[in-house]
């Protein structure tokens, strides 16, 4: 079954050309299941693209999805359109009443900041916690995963000397994890960000464990079963060109990076990079949302309870 969502959202048309399935609501009100809920709240500049990114991966399972697009009460976005935002978007305080299976909580360009700096930090502090009774599960990306641990598990983020910047090799650290159902030994994972979370402060949690790891890059994704969540802090979602963005706009600025390493052909940004962690982001997303399915109440209200 395909993903429902508004039919004037820019994923729809984009998703649809891709061959992903894609259902307005009023298709997806005649058939007689219940879809899963899945929030997403977007903290990222970029919203469409990001739209774009987590619904191509969750909308490619057999099960009929619900999303709905979530952004915090007072944050305004300087990079999307105002009208984009008041058509497509809720805030939290909207929601707050709501239960939904799923949650996603996406990264944000913030991460040079401590977390009690970020201006909507008291309220994201409100949204992790409403996740325990209003969530059945929540999946946390680059740094809204290192804010769901600081929050959960007091464990700080630390800077990097230079920015992880590539696609680099992990681990499968746990191949029995359901999360982790078809995957290869090794897998290929996009990365950028100038923080890192520290294995041995991750170890030191007994409800934390890790199932991807990078003998470059460090952790990658976590479980966190005490509170029904999944960490990532590296960026499956990511379209085979959003590395090349990122260099590209740094290296128009002026400002110094690194080429993103073994991600261009002989690491020449004059060739086209090749996307080569596709499958297993369609795998790792699609197992998420095989665990909620198999887990979830099916009475909303019992969800958080």
Request: proline fraction near 7%; aromatic fraction near 10%.
């Amino acid at each position: 079954m395909p993903i429902k969502i508004p039919q004037n959202l820019p994923a729809h048309s984009v998703l649809r050309s891709e061959g992903v399935m894609v259902m307005d609501p009023q298709d997806a009100d005649r058939q007689d299941v219940r879809p899963l809920r899945i929030g997403l709240l977007n903290l990222m500049p970029k919203k469409i693209q990001t739209e774009n990114q987590f619904a191509r991966l969750i909308g490619a399972t057999p099960l009929q999805i619900e999303l709905s697009l979530i952004r915090m009460s007072e944050h305004r976005t300087r990079n999307t359109a105002a009208e984009h935002m008041v058509e497509f978007y809720r805030p939290f305080s909207d929601v707050k009443d709501e239960k939904f299976d799923g949650l996603i909580i996406t990264g944000a360009p913030i991460e040079h900041l401590p977390f009690e700096d970020v201006t909507y930090w008291d309220e994201l502090k409100q949204v992790m916690d409403w996740t325990q009774t209003h969530v059945h599960s929540t999946f946390g990306v680059c740094w809204g995963g290192m804010a769901m641990m600081k929050h959960f598990h007091n464990i700080e983020k630390h800077m990097l000397d230079q920015k992880a910047f590539g696609c680099f090799s992990h681990q499968n650290m746990d191949p029995t994890s359901p999360l982790l159902r078809g995957f290869s030994d090794i897998c290929v994972i996009p990365v950028s960000r100038w923080t890192e979370m520290r294995q041995g402060e991750i170890d030191a949690q007994p409800a934390l464990k890790t199932l991807l790891w990078s003998e470059q890059t460090g952790p990658c994704l976590v479980e966190d079963q005490e509170h029904r969540a999944v960490y990532i802090f590296n960026h499956f979602e990511y379209d085979s060109g959003t590395l090349k963005e990122e260099y590209d706009r740094d290296i128009s600025q002026n400002v110094a990076i690194n080429v993103p390493g073994n991600y261009y052909p002989d690491d020449d940004p004059s060739r086209t990079p090749q996307n080569r962690w596709r499958s297993h982001a369609h795998l790792l997303y699609g197992n998420w949302i095989n665990q909620i399915y198999q887990t979830t109440p099916f009475d909303m209200e019992l969800i958080g309870t």
